[in-house]
């Protein structure tokens, strides 16, 4: 109990009453029609974006902003996280990441730091932050995974029944989506996705691809795929040479190759029925990325994951030991996986399959809130445009979440969640990582708050 008094003070600090903002000479980030609204006008009232325009507004009592040179986009969402620890709350704010999409319960003491705290947690914050006593992004979470891997953390399943009582408990639970793991039997599968669908819930997560094919979990209502597994990177390549290839390069076995090519061969229809489903896909890029970069000493030993709970940096350290002892084969394997995994993601791209940013934080090195910048920076590096990369973390999350009447874009009557930008993010997507200051929800967390909070972040172990 006395942490919890601690952890509502170490935030009510930084929360004022909310007062009017009027926000000056602004240039508006269209994120729909990568258009730009020069030298705007906005005020912000009751959490809500009031008026936008060309002229000054008179108020009363408002907080000005002077916003010359400046640029405005939506909040930005992380749609792949583990929340392990509170202090990555803040992370997400002052990082401009108003939103996050909670994948659940990894394994206990997981040995990459993909730790998550647990689903009771989560609730009492979504609470504490809903009703403004506590300063956090907004939070869709899954709760305990569903999985046959008879990890402690998950419910496992295995029978059509298991996955139908599994269904109704996370509805009990109070569950926003379900978040499905690995090595589920397809009738099995099947009845999950089905139960979830007249509960009203979605499923979300890895295709258990031992057991189930990308069309069979796309077809079932399998609305957002995480992660890029072999039988995406294989459905997607371009010739029966390419994934030859893949797998003598990687010294893969017979079988694997005779996999592999069953993937490609379905390659169009993958595509077709990605397409016709609506399936999204969330690459988690920056989680990929650190196989390699764990060779890069700026990540490794980055001082802000000074900020993060003793066992996730302790997890992750495990992980660095792992990576460092690895042949130069194993090496050139990541290296390869890693081009290969880039190149994925430009095919997909240009087959219009639709993207969300999601980072996996905190496994393998991911830093919440920071990695989100990262992973806006893999997808420009992959072939998207900085403008469409934008959209994966701004509009593309609120139209996944059917949230568009509410939120996403800078316009009259959506809720103010914004981030405004020292430079032009579609000019160079680096510049989301130039914060001037965070709009929550009406709420302005200044570039003075977002030094505070992480001055009080890096003496966190103290008031914890
Ligand atoms: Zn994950």
Not at 181 to 193: C, F, Q, R, V
Not at 379 to 401: H, S, Y
Not at 424 to 436: D, G, R, V, Y
């Amino acid at each position: 109990m006395k942490g919890f008094f601690l952890l509502l003070f170490s935030f009510s600090v930084f929360i004022g009453h909310t007062q009017d903002l009027l926000i000056k000479h602004i240039n508006i980030i269209d994120v729909n029609n990568n258009e730009i609204q020069y030298g705007r006008t906005i005020l912000i009232s009751n959490g809500k974006i009031q008026k936008i325009s060309k002229r000054s507004i008179k108020t009363n009592n408002a907080v000005v902003i002077n916003g010359k040179g400046k640029f405005i986009i939506p909040g930005l969402w992380d749609m792949h996280v583990h929340t392990a620890d509170s202090s990555y709350l803040k992370l997400f704010i002052i990082n401009g990441v108003t939103g996050i999409r909670d994948m659940g319960g990894a394994a206990i003491n997981a040995n990459n730091g993909c730790e998550s705290i647990g689903l009771e947690k989560l609730m009492i914050w979504r609470k504490l932050i809903q009703s403004g006593l506590l300063i956090g992004p907004r939070m869709f979470f899954s709760g305990p995974p569903v999985s046959n891997t008879g990890w402690p953390t998950s419910i496992n399943i295995n029978t059509p029944e298991s996955a139908q009582n599994a269904v109704r408990k996370l509805k009990e639970l109070g569950v926003d989506f379900i978040k499905v793991y690995e090595d589920i039997p397809l009738d099995t599968y099947l009845a999950l996705a089905k139960e979830a669908k007249a509960s009203g819930l979605s499923i979300a997560g890895h295709v258990p691809v031992k057991t189930v094919s990308l069309i069979e979990a796309s077809n079932a209502g399998h609305r957002s795929i995480e992660h890029i597994r072999d039988p995406l990177l294989l459905c997607f390549t371009d010739n029966r040479e390419e994934v030859l290839r893949f797998f003598k390069e990687d010294d893969w076995s017979k079988t694997d190759i005779e996999w592999g090519l069953k993937q490609f061969e379905q390659n169009a229809d993958v595509i077709q029925a990605f397409k016709k489903n609506k399936t999204w896909l969330v690459p988690t890029l920056t989680v990929e990325w650190a196989k390699v970069a764990i060779r890069d000493s700026l990540f490794v030993n980055s001082e802000r994951r000074r900020i993060l709970p003793e066992s996730v940096r302790e997890a992750f350290d495990n992980y660095v030991a792992k990576k460092l002892i690895l042949t130069s084969k194993e090496r050139k394997s990541d290296s390869l996986w890693w081009a290969t995994q880039k190149l994925l993601v430009k095919k997909m791209h240009q087959e219009r399959i639709p993207f969300m940013a999601g980072t996996d934080c905190a496994c393998e090195g991911g830093i919440p809130g920071y990695s989100l910048h990262k992973e806006l920076e893999l997808f420009v590096d992959a072939g998207l445009t900085p403008f469409e990369a934008l959209q994966t973390a701004t509009i593309n999350p609120i139209k996944f979440l059917n949230m568009t009447d509410s939120l996403g874009t800078v316009e009259i009557g959506k809720i103010a969640d914004l981030v405004i930008l020292d430079r032009n993010p579609i000019e160079n997507i680096s510049a989301t990582q130039l914060i001037f200051s965070v709009i929550k929800n009406g709420q302005l967390i200044s570039k003075k708050h977002i030094k505070r909070i992480k001055e009080d972040l890096s003496t966190y172990e103290n008031i914890r």
